[in-house]
């Protein structure tokens, strides 16, 4: 049985059918949110970082939120593959103790377990992911404004309701509540004076801010992006970025549906004409940096490895099938992903998920060792798509 699915935006189709693809071709690589679902491509990872894209010398952006955060800046970190390896581990084997006759634990709980995982994983190392000689680092993160501003026990579940409520209606509306905050590392050369790296998507589509990524506010950052709201608390005033309460960047981004390689004039036409999902826009303290400095030039190919082939806008968004349609903004993209049909061959017949840790509750072994059964299945991935870099088959290659 076929594990993977290959899937790609027009633009990316002409160039796999006139050239195939090289690593020197590839501009960004997004990792989406979606918790455990993310294991699966643990391996994907470690060849493409370890092994693949060291064949090329090109900056690559690398743009994550929550746990697809934590994969790319594990990328920024020397010998990524054991990197990678250590956090496949971590991940499997995290554990938090129930609190009597509960199914879940505190919000405080997870919180304080994983700060204290991270600074373990990346403590002494983070300079060394923020001056990656090629990997630029893009955290996504989501700012609460008006009553989301401050995590509150009972104005939060209300704020919540609130955005879900008008992002139901129109997507754009959700930015009265909440706002893409991006965490970026240092531009090529730019160490000393602090310039962020450039964003690799333009930023019409949504009110965004952009802020730079320092060793004083990474583990902030990297927590806020992982931070989903209820499971874990808010993290609250990062250094360097504006004063609020900061949720996991999959809210406003689950599959970070961006405009890769937009001019923003070109992205506004597009809103315009219907061709992207229209957000709020326009702030003037909204940082609008295209990939490209050529309007209507072809960007970089956006090289995907995902846990499914629809890429949707915002965590809001899951259950707005209308909105899991592919628009123009994923025009360069090539997404790697599992079959379904494979996918029902794992422990339990899904993806690892975060409904996981209530289904085994306290017996953590059980739960790691169905994971660990499917982060080594997928491992077929990685054949299947070195396979088809050695011989590209465009018949395997679906429409995005």
Known sequence: MKALRIHAGPRAREHLEKHGLRPSD???IPGAAGGPKGLILGPLDRFLFGQWLPRSDQPVHLVGASIGAWRMATACLGDSVAAFERLEHDYIHQDYELPPGKKRPTAAHVSERFGQNLDAFYGGRVQEVLSHPRYRLHIVTSRGRHVLRREHGL????????????????????????????????????????????????TTDYRTRQVGLTVGNFMQALQASCSIPFVLQAVHNIPGAPPGAYWDGGITDYHLHLAYGLQA??????????ALPASASGRKDSKIVPSSSHPGTPGPIVLYPHFQHRVVPGWLDKGLKWRHRSTAALDNMVVLSPHPDWVRTLPNAKLPDRNDFTHYGTDSRARAKAWLAATQASQQLVDEWAQWLARPDMAQVEVL
């Not at 004039?265 to 219907?274: M, R």
């Open 265 to 274: 004039h070109e992205s506004s036409k597009l809103i315009a004409a219907g």
């Open 155 to 202: 104005v939060t579940p209300l704020g919540y309701l609130g955005a879900f409520l008008t992002n139901t209606v129109h997507r754009k509306a959700m930015g009265a509540w909440l706002e893409r905050v991006v965490f970026s590392s240092p531009d090529v050369g730019a160490l000393a004076d602090g310039r962020c790296a450039p964003l690799p998507f333009a």
């Open 26 to 28: 590839v501009g960004v």
